[in-house]
């Protein structure tokens, strides 16, 4: 007998720090852009930046950076680690290190292609079992009932796949300025919006948590 996603509890953390978990995401990303974008002044003023390459090996250094600065403020002040963040963080990394090692950007640009993927699959490939992994992914912020957080992870699921796809549209026929910039200014509001679009059935499936000593 498994768990019910319903009996997921948001810890306080998840419920009182929305808009400082949305900053340590965003903030890399940020990051990313700026690196891009005035990848050469940095060059100029910081000349050992030079070793890296050009602006979107700058970019992504300092990307990975930001990146695992954010996870270590998440540790430290949300008391744990979110699941996407850190999965995230992890393909960052290691991606990161091989486009700067290899002198190669088909790496970075294609790791939202590669972690999209791999949250889709994995989404949809726990239904097949029975499980949805959705409340866990989100680290349970809030309580839903079966139905909710199946047709929920259905949808997150095919988002997934459907980033993963544009992604890969993206990088592959436009400019590196084109796709940096569309990584902040497109997809994150694409996200914003379909996170929008699910409140109605949120709403409908929330379930009240019961407080402590009933049964």
């Keep these: 007998m498994t768990t019910s996603e ?21 903030g890399p990303l940020l990051v990313f852009f700026f690196g891009n974008l005035r990848g050469a002044w940095l060059v100029a003023h910081f000349p ?11 970019a992504t250094a300092l990307f990975m950076a930001a990146t695992v600065a954010s996870l270590v ?5 949300l008391g744990h680690l979110p699941v996407m963040p850190f999965i995230s963080g992890i ?15 088909t790496f970075i640009k294609m790791k939202p292609t ?8 994995a989404l949809l490939g726990g239904l097949l079992f029975g499980k949805s992994l959705l409340g866990y ?15 929920l992870t259905v949808r997150w699921g095919v988002f997934f796949l459907f980033l993963a796809v544009l992604n890969e549209v993206v990088w592959r026929n436009f400019s590196d300025d084109f796709w940096v910039a569309f990584k902040v200014w497109g997809t994150m509001p694409i996200t914003i ?16 948590p019961k407080a402590e000593g009933e049964n």
């Design 137 to 151: 992914v989100f680290n349970a912020a809030f309580q839903l009932d079966e139905e909710g957080w199946r047709k």
């Design 114 to 121: 590669i972690i999209n993927t791999m949250f889709g699959v």
């Design 73 to 77: 403020a998440s540790k430290i002040i």
């Design 193 to 208: 919006l379909f996170t929008l679009s699910q409140m109605p059935l949120i709403m409908k499936h929330t379930v009240t």
């Design 6 to 26: 319903s009996d997921i509890t948001p810890s306080a953390a998840d419920r009182h720090h929305p808009m400082l978990k949305m900053a340590l995401e965003l």
């Design 48 to 58: 050992a930046l030079a070793t890296l390459g050009g602006p979107l090996f700058v």
């Design 91 to 105: 393909v960052v990394v290691i991606f990161g290190s091989l486009s700067i090692w290899l002198q190669d950007e």
